[in-house]
C-alpha cells in the first residue's frame, strides 16, 4: 500500500470528505480492518485567504510547496491538493518536490470520457471559472468546457462557495440559483454534464437536483487516490 500525502484545509469541510471517504473506500476493497495510509497536513485557510485576496499567489505557491517537501520527506508516496482552485499552483509545487502530485482535473476527466461525455460545463470558484489552468488541464485531456459568462454569476457562484459552502451552511436558495445557472448552460451551451469544479459544491448540488449528468472533482479525485493507494493503478510520473 501507498502512502498518500494530502494538503487539505482548504477549506476543512471538504477535507473531511477526502479523510472519510479514503478510509471506507480502502476498506470495502481490502476489508477487514484495513484503511490508508495517509498524511494530512490541513493549513490555515484564513491565512490562505487573505493572501488570494491579496493576489498573492508567488507566497501561496511557496507555502503549499514547502507543506508538500515535509509530506514527501515524511514518506508520502504522492501529494494530494485537496481543493481545485490551489491546482493553479500544481506545477509549481511539483517542480519543487520529487513524488508526483494526482492532479484532480485527470481524475474528473477520467470520468467524464468513461461516461462517454465530453461536453460538460464547469463551475468553481471564482479563479477556477475565469483563468484558464483547471479548463486547460481537461480540454489537454479531451473535454471541452463551458464556464458561466456572466460575471454577476460568477461572483455570486464564488460567494455562495466561500461565504456558505466553505462554512458548512447549505441554502436552498443558493441550490436553486446553482441549478438556474446550470440550466441556463444546458439551453445555450448545449452541455451534457456539469463538472462540479470545487469540493465544497457537492454538498449543495446532487445528482437528483438536474437532467444531465454530475461529476463531482472531490469523488473523482477520492476514487483515483484509491486506486493509487492499492496499487490498482500506476502512478504517472
Not at 111 to 140: H, P
Request: some cysteine.
Amino acid at each position: 500500500m501507498k502512502t498518500i500525502g494530502i494538503i487539505g484545509g482548504m477549506s476543512y469541510e471538504s477535507s473531511i470528505h477526502y479523510y472519510e471517504r479514503i478510509n471506507k473506500q480502502v476498506n470495502q476493497i481490502a476489508g477487514g480492518l484495513t484503511c490508508a495510509k495517509l498524511l494530512i497536513y490541513n493549513v490555515n485557510f484564513g491565512e490562505i485567504r487573505e493572501l488570494m485576496l491579496e493576489n498573492k499567489w508567488e507566497e501561496i505557491g511557496v507555502i503549499l510547496a514547502d507543506i508538500a517537501k515535509t509530506l514527501e520527506k515524511a514518506g508520502a508516496d504522492y501529494i494530494v491538493i485537496a481543493t481545485n482552485t490551489m491546482h493553479k499552483l500544481a506545477d509549481f509545487i511539483q517542480d519543487k518536490i520529487n513524488i508526483p502530485i494526482i492532479h484532480i482535473a485527470d481524475c474528473v476527466a477520467d470520468k467524464c470520457k468513461e461516461n462517454k461525455v465530453v461536453n460538460v460545463g464547469l463551475l468553481g470558484t471564482k479563479y477556477t471559472m475565469i483563468e484558464d489552468f483547471l479548463v486547460n488541464r481537461l480540454k489537454q485531456n479531451g473535454i471541452e468546457v463551458t464556464t458561466p459568462k456572466n460575471i454577476e454569476q460568477i461572483n455570486e457562484i464564488d460567494r455562495i462557495i466561500f461565504d456558505e459552502l466553505c462554512k458548512g451552511e447549505i441554502k436552498n436558495i443558493s441550490r436553486e440559483y446553482y441549478k438556474n445557472v446550470i440550466r441556463q448552460m444546458i439551453e445555450e451551451d448545449g452541455i451534457e454534464g456539469v463538472i462540479l469544479g470545487c469540493t465544497e459544491i457537492e454538498m449543495l448540488i446532487k445528482e437528483s437536483d438536474l437532467d444531465i449528468p454530475i461529476f463531482d472533482t472531490t469523488q473523482s479525485h477520492i476514487d483515483s487516490i484509491v486506486d493509487y493507494s492499492l496499487e490498482k493503478k500506476l502512478i504517472k510520473k
